[in-house]
């Protein structure tokens, strides 16, 4: 019998409180995968990657789940689907985004991933009918005001063009896939979402991969273990992707995907106190653009806006 989500109550802290913390925790941790894999991607090949880092992610996450709730679960969990919504949302999500910063750069992958909260916002109008209040409008344009502050680029940083277009179809993708793994598997726990998501994920890029091989594709390319790039690997693939993945799944399943995006926008902060411990100085723009970004969720989420909200 499958271990279902009913068995994961929260016991100390209400939904939204936790949710939020789980969404931050969530971006925190993602935000190492941007650094690590502009070192990697010096030396490997794009599609081998991002294949490589999904298949570690959900070697990891097979490993927590059968011992969290046994071998057995895993016979039970529903693959197939699993498969077409990691496959779809996440597979061809993760790739396209990981293109993007290959194409371009990481500030403006990073800008691409801030205009998440707009795929999100239109998905819950479509697909939930969520009704939108002039505040809750007013907390989305904070929410993108400040994403875009802390991202703190330069013109001469952006890219525009056919690099940041790819960006902003994979953030859609992401948006769709991280909605569809809390809407169509209900009854699991969200280690179990994560994981059969995951496994989409990675099947999706792995038939990519094996596609590239068979025409001879530079973006194959391995290179030569070393000790520091198997460390940035292990950051990239089960801190960044695995962990990550499962708390973003569990916040979205507490706040829901608009809110839960909000979030995602102050990666370009995350990013800026992970290089501060490398020697970076501290910057106050991407402080106050987090500042505006963190009102802009607090606003969201008031109880004037609550009638905005889906159920």
């Known amino acids: 019998m499958v271990y279902t989500a009913a068995h994961e109550k929260q016991k100390y802290l209400p939904p939204s409180v936790s949710g939020n913390l789980q969404c931050m925790a969530a971006v925190g941790i993602f935000a190492f995968g941007f650094p690590a894999a502009e070192q990697l991607l010096e030396t490997w090949g794009i599609i081998s990657l991002i294949t490589i880092r999904n298949g570690l992610a959900l070697a990891l996450l097979i490993g927590l789940l059968a011992r969290a709730q046994g071998l057995n679960t895993l016979r039970h969990l529903p693959w197939v689907q699993g498969f077409w919504v990691g496959a779809i949302g996440f597979g061809i999500g993760s790739l396209l985004l990981l293109v ?18 707009i795929f999100a ?67 699991l726990t969200p280690l179990a ?71 995602l926008n102050a990666t370009p902060f995350y990013v800026m106190l992970i290089l501060l411990m490398f020697g970076q100085d501290w910057n106050w723009v991407q402080a106050v653009g987090a500042c505006i970004l963190a009102l802009g969720v607090i606003i969201a989420q008031s109880k004037q806006a609550a009638e905005s909200s889906m159920n």
């Not at 993007?100 to 992958?109: D, I, S």
């Not at 939108?132 to 013109?155: H, S």
């Open 100 to 117: 993007t910063q290959y194409l371009t750069n990481a500030v403006t992958a990073a800008l691409a991933a801030a205009t998440m909260p």
């Open 121 to 187: 916002v239109v998905l819950e109008v479509i697909l939930d009918k969520r009704q939108l209040t002039k505040r809750f409008l007013v907390a989305v344009a904070l929410v993108l005001c400040g994403g875009f502050v802390a991202t703190n680029a330069e013109l001469g940083d952006l890219r525009f063009g056919w690099g940041l277009l790819v960006g902003l179809l994979a953030t859609s993708f992401f948006a769709w896939g991280s909605r569809a793994t809390v809407k169509h598997f209900p009854d």
């Open 193 to 263: 979402r994560t994981t059969v998501t995951t496994g989409g994920m990675f099947g999706f890029c792995a038939v990519v991969f094996g596609a590239a091989l068979a025409f001879n594709m530079p973006a194959t390319h391995v290179p030569a273990p070393v000790a520091f790039e198997i460390i940035l690997l292990l950051i990239y693939a089960w801190g960044a992707l695995a962990i990550s993945q499962l708390l973003w799944i569990k916040g979205v399943g507490q706040i829901g995907i608009a809110v839960a995006s909000f979030h």
